[in-house]
């Protein structure tokens, strides 16, 4: 299964989404300050070579939605997952 690996751009704390299903909607808020501003980090494990794309989901399959929610700002990551 595919673990795809964000980074909290507030604390810089490293946050890691096992994917279980073929498609999983997950909220993601970084474990250590609750902030939402994350940004996917390539595993380097696992990555294709798209350009060296640097900003967040762009070209790795994964798309993200920003929005505002009651702690702040909540990204919600659209990851697929293994078919
Ligand atoms: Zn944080």
């Known amino acids: 299964m595919p673990i795809f690996e964000f980074k909290c751009m507030d604390c810089?704390?490293?946050?890691?989404?096992?994917?279980?299903?073929k498609q999983d909607e997950v909220e993601l808020v970084c474990s250590?300050?609750?902030?939402?501003?994350l940004d996917r980090v390539l595993s380097t494990?696992?990555?294709?070579?798209?350009?060296g794309a640097s900003g967040p989901a762009t070209g790795t399959g994964a798309s993200s939605q920003t929005r505002t929610c009651s702690s702040g700002s909540c990204t919600t990551y659209t990851i697929p997952g293994p078919a």
């Open 32 to 37: 250590k300050c609750g902030s939402g501003n």
């Open 45 to 51: 494990t696992n990555h294709t070579v798209s350009g």
């Open 12 to 21: 810089e704390e490293f946050i890691e989404v096992l994917v279980m299903n």
